[in-house]
């Protein structure tokens, strides 16, 4: 009789787990879903404190799988890793946008210039077009993360007739990168989870063998 009480505590400790840890996935998908929906709509008055909200709700979840020691660089990790996915997948969504609307012209630089130093972040290059009228193109300067284009260098590019994305090379527009690597940091975040799972189990199982 003592040897099977024993046991039924240990198979409700590894056992709870791996629900509550579907359910923090869950969660954090929903977040990311939500989060990027919302991101041009509301700027960072109202994103900045939602985040923060997210990142404290996944260390009390994350705590709550057993291995607490390590539990807030957990939560940290899937916020940044969670940010970094909505983030490319804005740019995914809006080179899709272009893709769709976008209107193939020629054009012509008339205009170059790097973005600020901001320390050690890379300056792109940032260009103003004009169509072959003069009429400038509209949205945004052109940007590239390096020196591609000259000034009086014509150049194909898909503008955005309504003057809200900047226009972009076909090439630029491409949106399967972008795609692929919101999916891979979304997965990242849900392989912590995954992990976190596992030293929560694996922290029981020591404490119940005891000293």
């Known amino acids: 009789m003592s040897g099977a009480t024993d046991d039924e505590p240990r198979e409700e400790t590894y056992a709870l787990p791996v629900p509550l840890a579907v359910g923090i996935g869950c ?45 807030t660089y957990a939560a940290l990790f899937i916020v940044v890793t969670s940010l970094m996915s909505v983030y490319v997948a804005t740019m995914a969504r809006d080179n899709l946008t272009l893709q769709q609307r976008g209107e193939r012209v020629t054009a012509t630089v008339v205009k170059k210039w790097l973005d600020p130093a901001q320390g050690r ?20 300067a052109m940007k590239t993360p390096s020196d591609r284009y000259g000034i009086g260098q014509k150049v194909t590019v898909l503008e955005d007739p309504l003057g809200e994305l900047r226009p972009q090379t076909p090439g630029q527009a491409d949106a399967t990168g972008e795609s692929l690597g919101s999916g891979a940091l ?8 995954g992990w976190m799972t596992w030293r929560g189990s694996d922290a029981a199982r020591r404490r119940d063998r005891g000293p």
């Open 186 to 193: 979304a997965l990242a975040a849900l392989g912590a989870v």
């Open 121 to 140: 972040k890379n300056r792109d290059y940032n260009y103003t077009l004009e169509h072959q009228d003069g009429t400038k193109v509209p949205g945004p």
């Open 27 to 71: 969660y954090m998908l929903a977040a990311i879903a939500g989060l990027f929906l919302l991101a041009d709509d509301f700027g960072p008055a109202l994103l900045v404190p939602l985040w923060i909200v997210h990142g404290v709700l996944l260390i009390l979840l994350i705590r709550k799988l057993g291995a607490k020691e390590s539990s």
